[in-house]
């Protein structure tokens, strides 16, 4: 659903974009700057292949680079709190309790990175919390480009998430995720949809503001406008969890 506007305006650029046959294919460097580990997760869209087995784990500090096809379209996301010797396996992002989701989508809420490649120059990314909210991520090319960069956020969202949107952890009662609005009371006005299914009649609301004015760079529904789009072209992608510090207390550990 975020897709929608990426989709519109790569149709629209298409027919002049410049082919890049020379590239074998593109690498994603994630970095875990979290204090904590998580599992990152990659998804293809339909007819994409699994890259990374669709999911591994990443300790605190450490980096992992992953190779993927030049023409790739697929999401990744973190998760959080894994356990996969239990049955409740991760508290965020879960994709059937599996370390490899093998392609399969995530339970939202998470934080969603969505990236479209195109045989072609420039690539499309978006950071997204048209699903909901676990942790920051920023996505930036390498070498770094001041407007190939998606910022992190100034906040955690799990800090200042409304309680009717919280995830909370039974057990530590940490508030874990923020399930945004759409996700929370699957209205149309919120999801987009129907009678609010184009940019004029879908609108922000207090909900999508808490998510906007925390990551500004970020989709805060499904017509936010001026959509945070980057369009750039890179033979290497930086994916970076947690890529800033705002205080303690609120990150699960
Ligand atoms: C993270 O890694 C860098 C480089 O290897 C190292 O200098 C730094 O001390 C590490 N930080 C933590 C918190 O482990
Ligand atoms: C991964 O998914 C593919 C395609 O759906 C399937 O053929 C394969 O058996 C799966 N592998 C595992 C380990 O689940």
């Given at each position: 659903m975020h897709l929608v506007p990426t989709i519109l305006l790569l149709s629209s650029i298409c027919h002049f974009a410049v082919a890049n046959?020379?590239?074998?294919s593109v690498a994603f460097r994630f970095h875990n700057k979290c204090p904590f580990p998580v599992w990152p997760a990659a998804a293809p869209n339909a007819g994409h292949p699994v890259i990374a087995a669709g999911g591994f784990l990443l300790l605190p500090n450490r980096t992992r680079r992953v190779r993927s096809p030049p023409t790739w379209n697929g999401r990744f996301w973190a998760r959080t709190?894994?356990?996969?010797?239990?049955?409740?396996?991760?508290?965020?992002?879960?994709?059937?309790?599996?370390?490899?989701?093998?392609g399969t989508i995530g339970t939202p809420p998470a934080t969603l990175v969505s990236l479209q490649e195109v045989d072609s120059e420039p690539s499309f990314y978006d950071v997204s919390l048209?699903?909901?909210?676990n942790l920051p991520v920023s996505v930036s090319t390498w070498p770094a480009e001041d407007k190939c960069s998606i910022g992190g956020c100034t906040r955690d969202v799990n800090s200042v998430c409304p309680r009717e949107l919280q995830v909370v952890?039974?057990?530590?009662?940490?508030?874990?995720a923020c399930r945004s609005a759409c996700l929370a009371f699957d209205l149309d006005a919120f999801c987009c949809r129907?009678?609010?299914?184009?940019p004029e009649t879908c609108r922000d609301s207090v909900y999508s503001r808490v998510f906007k004015e925390a990551?500004?760079?970020?989709?805060?529904?499904?017509?936010?406008?001026?959509?945070p789009l980057v369009n750039c072209h890179a033979g290497e992608y930086v994916v970076t969890f947690c890529p800033a510090r705002w205080g303690s207390g609120h990150l699960p550990l």
């Open positions: 046959n020379g590239q074998a709190g894994c356990d996969f010797s239990s049955s409740r396996a991760c508290q965020t992002g879960d994709c059937q309790g599996r370390l490899a989701c093998n048209v699903d909901g909210y952890h039974e057990a530590s009662g940490a508030v874990v129907n009678a609010y299914g184009t990551c500004p760079g970020y989709f805060s529904y499904a017509y936010d406008a001026p959509p």
